[in-house]
């Protein structure tokens, strides 16, 4: 038992699923133990991307997949799944390992991304040498990064293709600079960063990804190597010998085990992480205890995503290094999960009513390059810059798309909420926030705020919410206590409070 606050349970939920329903809320206090809750989401079953958009399909009566079913899929499964800790770790994942529908190889295959996201789902607590090894050889990564049919230069009598080669340091394990144990970069004489590879490694790297094919023209089974093609000269990468004649999934296996030795891949993925679920500027101290449990377990992902979860770091509160901008599709996902929003009409799935595309201007496996949405230590000019401090988020934050968001949230509470038996359509999601109604309605207003701020801002408002709610409630006639239900969770939802997560 670790005796955890209402606030301190929610706060762990918030960084631990994809957003906080409050039966979920009540089983965690009961619990209250934040070691035995990763461990009962570890071992949950868990639906397939795959399957759901096939289901997605079927129940719309269409002869093929799209993407559009791929993604209202993903939607089906976080909003409704019980597996979020995965969820949630492959979402994160899905920001490192990035592949994307917007590559015109992979806009066709809806199901082959679908695919790809349940290799990350898959693999989202096992060792990320077996997550690599895995990404390096589906047909998806090996379309987006071009090295399918890749050919040794013996072969073809050019250069292979070095994309992937580049990627996998630069953004897949390794990173572009060397780093201390805590993350921080390594720095030459001059003050400068000191890369951490350089043009040969690359050259090298890219000889090992020669030979590999994909089966057949399957966009979902592995590719399968033909040495007849791979390149099985010996080779030096990052200052270790790869032994010549070695079969080409021999020596993935090798360099494989030379990325995950590197002193920089334990501090980069660690914090990459970090970033995702925690804080976009965590300390370097934090950064330094979850990479010492990659280090010694050797990238057992399990352990890493209990240790970043469960650091003393995740119970600091209104600390500017435990605290993040919560990324628009994120923020989509806990408001119609607190909610518990459902279709009618006899509807069991999502169908893109949210329009996520430019209310949140990112979707799942949608970014527009292998760097993803952003850049990890993005950061928009003013205090934040001046502070040294990163938010990436707030690359695909802007008025146009928070319009559009709140348009989402404002017919969410209104025309779905209020007006809700007002249509029975199986394509829209609704909402019933009957105890805020009965508040509202008995002007028990102190009980309405403080279940606001159970169900959106982990239990605590600020005064200056408290006084801009209560002047909309005052402004309602006894007979029209109800309408100022869905102004207070639209502006609930729409505040800084909520939008932050600290």
């Keep these: 038992m670790e005796g955890l606050t209402t606030r301190q349970a929610a706060r762990f939920l918030d960084m631990a699923t994809m957003g906080v329903k409050p039966q979920e809320l009540e089983d965690l206090l009961s619990l209250d133990d934040r070691q035995a809750w990763i461990s009962e989401q570890v071992s949950i079953d ?22 559009d079913m791929r993604v209202c899929a993903w939607f089906d499964i976080a909003l409704w799944g019980s597996a979020q800790l995965r969820q949630r770790v492959a979402f994160a994942l899905s920001q490192i390992l990035v592949v994307s529908d917007k590559d015109a190889n992979l806009a066709a295959h809806p199901l082959a991304l ?35 049919g890749n050919l040794s230069k013996q072969a073809s009598g050019v250069d292979p293709d070095q994309n992937y080669a ?6 897949f394990s390794i990173g572009l600079y060397r780093l201390n144990p805590d993350g921080s970069q ?71 085990e030379i990325l995950l030795d590197h002193p920089n891949t334990a501090p980069n993925i660690s914090r990459l992480l970090i970033q995702r679920l925690v804080s976009s500027n965590p300390r370097p101290a934090y950064v330094q205890r979850v990479a010492e449990v990659f280090t010694n377990t050797r990238g057992d992902l399990e352990a890493v995503v ?13 600390d500017l290094h435990v605290a993040k901008l919560r990324e628009p599709i994120l923020a989509l996902c806990y408001v119609y999960r607190a909610l518990e929003a459902f279709p009618k009409g006899g509807g069991d799935i999502v169908y893109n009513s949210m329009n996520y595309t430019e ?18 230590d993005d950061s928009p000019q003013g205090d934040l810059a001046d502070n040294g401090l990163a938010a990436p988020e707030f690359k695909i934050v802007n008025w146009s798309q928070s319009i559009k968001l709140s348009n989402v949230f404002y017919k969410l509470a209104r025309t779905y ?25 008995e002007w028990r207003l102190a009980d309405a705020f403080q279940l606001l701020a159970a169900t959106f801002l982990n239990g605590e408002m600020s005064s200056q919410l408290t006084e801009r709610l209560q002047a909309i ?9 109800q309408d100022a239900v869905w102004k207070i969770i639209f502006f609930t939802v729409f505040s800084p409070e909520f939008m932050v997560m600290e």
């Design 417 to 441: 909420g209020q007006d809700r038996n007002k249509s029975n359509s199986k394509t829209e999601l609704y909402i019933a926030p009957l105890e805020l109604e009965n508040a509202i309605e």
């Design 166 to 171: 580049r990627e996998v340091m630069q953004l």
């Design 359 to 376: 209310s949140c201007q990112q979707y799942p496996l949608g970014a527009d390059s292998v760097f993803n949405f952003y850049q990890p």
């Design 46 to 67: 868990y639906q397939r991307h795959v399957e759901r958009t096939q289901y997605q399909q079927q129940q719309r009566g269409e002869a093929q997949a799209s993407q």
């Design 306 to 318: 209990r240790a970043i979860l469960t650091d003393p770091e995740t119970l600091l509160e209104h």
């Design 186 to 256: 390594q720095l030459d004489g001059n003050g400068k960063p000191i890369p951490s590879y350089d043009d040969n490694d690359i050259e090298a790297l890219s000889r090992t990804f020669t030979g590999w094919f994909a089966d057949g023209d399957s966009m979902t089974a592995p590719m399968v190597a033909h040495d007849a093609w791979h390149d099985m000269g010996e080779k030096q990468v990052l200052g270790k010998m790869v032994s010549a004649n070695l079969g080409a999934d021999e020596e993935l296996d090798v360099v494989l």
């Design 473 to 481: 409630c005052e402004a309602h006639s006894e007979n029209r206590r």
């Design 114 to 148: 679908a695919h790809y996201y349940d290799l990350l789902s898959e693999h989202a607590f096992s060792d990320y040498k077996s997550l690599l090894y895995h990404v390096s050889r589906s047909p998806v990564m090996g379309h987006y990064l071009t090295f399918v």
